[in-house]
């Protein structure tokens, strides 16, 4: 059975910074796609990173572009978030495909991923 967990959630000020991680475990594939995704109160869920588990060219959203960085390191996958936003406040999930698609880049969309972590809750305050 393939698992995800997430980590790292919290409170912090606007313009801090933290770490989210997440790690997959039970996916026979080695080189498959991984996510990160937020929905808030109302919201649909946002798509908001994503790469393959061997790494290569991460996929961003425009809203995180530039202040999100995902990355790995071995089993583990990070969502490094600076300059955090009132707005950003949401919570916060990571996602594992069973597959990926060998010829492109992982995409951040909803229908690539078949398994969701418990989310982790994320609050920033001005």
């Known amino acids: 059975e393939v698992r995800v967990t997430e980590s790292g959630g919290g409170s912090v000020q606007a313009g801090g910074s933290l770490r989210l991680s997440c790690e997959p475990s039970?996916?026979?594939?080695?080189?498959?796609?991984m996510g990160w995704f937020r929905q808030a109160p109302g919201k649909e869920r946002e798509g908001l990173a994503a790469?393959?588990?061997?790494?290569?060219p991460a996929t961003y959203a425009d809203s995180v572009k530039g202040r999100f960085i995902i990355s790995k390191d071995n089993a583990i996958l990070y969502l490094q978030m600076n300059s955090l936003k009132p707005e950003d406040t949401a919570m916060y999930y990571c996602a594992a495909a069973s597959w990926r698609n060998y010829a492109a880049a992982c995409p951040a969309t909803n229908e690539a991923y078949a398994y969701w972590g418990q989310g982790t809750q994320v609050t920033v305050s001005s």
């Open positions: 039970g996916n026979r594939h080695t080189n498959y796609c």
């Open positions: 790469i393959a588990s061997v790494g290569g």
